[in-house]
């Protein structure tokens, strides 16, 4: 079984630029999250798909960030126009249902450096 | 929303020594689940407890949930250098089973 993949693994771009991170979660996997983790402090949540729709974006950090996940499959993270203090590692995470006992699996993550 | 504090936020001990980090909640949880980070790596599932005052046991870990269902602790036997990296407790809440991260325990195994 193919894992959460992510790409790119790196990205280094300038203020003001827009980036696009990519997750493709396990197949099969309703649920797909996306976190940030900002200088080796906590995994923050940004928000949750259940197939195409958002159940939960209260951890967007403001309009800058766009989420889709046309189809249920894959989905992506946009950031525009990008500021400095978006710099972190972008972590998507899947799992199967929504439930109670479902672990999450994650994916390598987006490491972004915004210069 | 949900907030599940840890301690302690950095623990730096000698190989063969043991290392707990605690988990708590100002709420009754559903359930708890524990992950770890590698330095460089991504978050991995390690375990999930549901019942009140459940333990559960893989190898040299111990993981326990209260009995209050409010905090939870890893416990680590005579730590390797393998154990390095940060621990993370996470619950699901809300309707839609939101997971929320714990604020994470740095383990720094001196060889």
């Known amino acids: 079984e193919a894992g959460v993949t992510q790409f790119p693994s790196h990205s280094v771009i300038e203020k003001g630029q827009t980036v696009t991170l990519r997750c493709d979660p396990i197949?099969?996997?309703?649920?797909l999250y996306w976190y940030r983790r900002v200088m080796g402090k906590e995994i923050k949540f940004l928000l949750h798909f259940v197939k195409e729709s958002k159940q939960d974006e209260s951890g967007m950090p403001n309009n800058r960030f766009l989420a889709e996940r046309t189809g249920g499959t894959y989905s992506t993270l946009k950031v525009q126009p990008a500021e400095l203090e978006d710099s972190g590692v972008y972590f998507c995470a899947s799992s199967q249902d929504g439930g109670i006992s479902a672990p999450l699996h994650f994916g390598n993550g987006t490491r972004l450096t915004v210069t | 929303g949900q907030q599940v504090m840890q301690i302690p936020q950095y623990q730096h001990v000698q190989e063969g020594e043991d290392f707990t980090t605690y988990c708590n909640s100002s709420?009754?949880?559903?359930?708890i689940q524990w992950y770890k980070q590698r330095p460089g790596g991504h978050p991995v599932f390690l375990i999930q407890l549901v019942k009140s005052g459940e333990v559960k046991k893989q190898k040299r870990l111990t993981f326990q949930f209260g009995e209050a269902k409010k905090n939870s602790s890893l416990h680590i036997t005579a730590t390797q250098t393998t154990d390095v990296g940060t621990y993370f407790c996470?619950?699901?809440?809300?309707?839609?089973?939101?997971?929320?991260f714990g604020t994470g325990t740095k383990l720094q195994v001196i060889p």
């Open positions: 709420t009754t949880l559903s359930n």
């Open positions: 197949s099969g996997h309703d649920n």
């Open positions: 996470a619950v699901r809440s809300g309707g839609y089973q939101k997971v929320t």
